[in-house]
């Protein structure tokens, strides 16, 4: 089986835009007066937005199950205030429950956060709860600057964040660590405010010792871990300089990677420098780069081609696209 860790629903039908545009539109209002907009969207229209799209590129790519949540970019942590950012996320993620009870062997539900600059994510406690006990999710997507690219609240290693992680110890379930979009005119979203968020998070785990206070807490920075591999000396140096022990003890059995890396040398640096239990099979599809790529005539994020491409063995190969994804995410039932 192959599973893909990180997919969001980037397909969505344009009432879901609409329903976003009349909350913005409302925000001169009271936040008291603010009601939660009506999302009118059928099941014909969630298949159609699907079929053509995720549900295709799983059957021409030969993925099996997505790990699906709502579109990122959108989180738009940075709107409104809290009533805003909650009515939101459970628009987005009741959706997101949709898709699953539609295709419940294409997809597996991850929900988006309440979460809102300068508020702590205390708030975020009774939605992923809502989503794990009620909609059968077995993650989150945590985004460690909900201001947009100006890094307002504390670092991911503050007791500002430690109720959260008590929630997500309890529900045994794991968060991909993912900012929204950029705000912030000089960091382009997918093309630098991801890669940075990526980078900024891994480097402050580094400082800290999170994992220490919390042994079980399971955390994914997506995009092949951004410039971390690549720079794993500089970390392992930095890492050593700190007096910590070495990345491997020190966060490697808490912290994963994905593999949306959207090219071979890329991949392949990622397989031979990072331990391949730490390594989940993920594109990101549909996502951030949508094109083919001329020297290959492949699409960018037809990653599945890179890892079948790359040096691993059979056992190896096989923990990248399911076993380590099981291990990671330990709520999700799939029948093989
Ligand atoms: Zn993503």
Same mark, same amino acid.
């Given at each position: 089986m192959i599973i893909d860790c990180h997919g969001h629903? &980037? &397909?969505? /039908? @344009?009432e879901l835009e609409a329903f976003r545009k009349k909350q913005i539109d409302g925000l001169s209002e009271a936040s008291a007066s603010r009601a939660k907009p009506r999302l009118d969207i059928t099941d014909d229209q969630i298949r159609e937005s699907l079929e053509g799209a995720q549900l295709k590129l799983q059957r021409e790519r030969g993925s099996d199950v997505t790990i699906f949540s709502p579109r990122a970019a959108g989180m738009g942590h940075h709107i409104g205030d809290g009533t805003t950012s909650l009515h939101w996320t459970q628009a987005c993620n009741d959706l997101i429950h949709r898709c699953v009870r539609l295709y419940p062997k294409n997809f597996v539900g991850v929900c988006q956060l309440p979460q809102t600059p300068g508020v702590p994510p205390t708030n975020c406690i009774d939605e992923l709860e809502r989503c794990v006990k009620e909609l059968g999710f077995v993650g989150c997507n945590l985004n460690p600057d909900p201001s947009g690219g100006y890094w307002k609240d504390p670092p991911? &290693? =503050? @007791?500002?964040w430690y109720p959260f992680y008590e929630k997500m110890v309890e529900l045994d379930v794991p968060a991909m660590i993912h900012v929204s979009m950029s705000c912030n005119p000089n960091f382009h979203t997918t093309g630098g405010h991801y890669i940075n968020g990526d980078t900024t998070a891994f480097m402050q785990l580094i400082t800290a010792d999170l994992f220490k206070d919390f042994p079980t807490l399971r955390l994914i920075i997506p995009h092949g871990g951004g410039a971390v591999p690549y720079h794993w000396g500089r970390y392992r140096g930095i890492a050593q300089d700190l007096k910590k022990p070495p990345l491997t003890e020190h966060l490697l059995r808490n912290v994963f990677f994905d593999t949306c890396v959207y090219h071979q040398p890329g991949i392949d640096l990622l397989l031979k420098v990072? /331990?391949? =239990?730490n390594i989940l099979f993920a594109s990101e599809m549909v996502g951030a780069v949508r094109g083919v790529d001329p020297a290959t005539g492949h699409y960018y994020d037809d990653t599945k081609r890179y890892v079948d491409a790359a040096s691993l063995g059979d056992a190896d190969r096989r923990k990248v696209f399911e076993g380590n994804a099981r291990r990671v995410y330990t709520r999700m039932k799939l029948s093989t």
């Open positions: 629903y &980037t &397909t969505a /039908p @344009k991911l &290693t =503050d @007791k500002w990072i /331990p391949v =239990d």
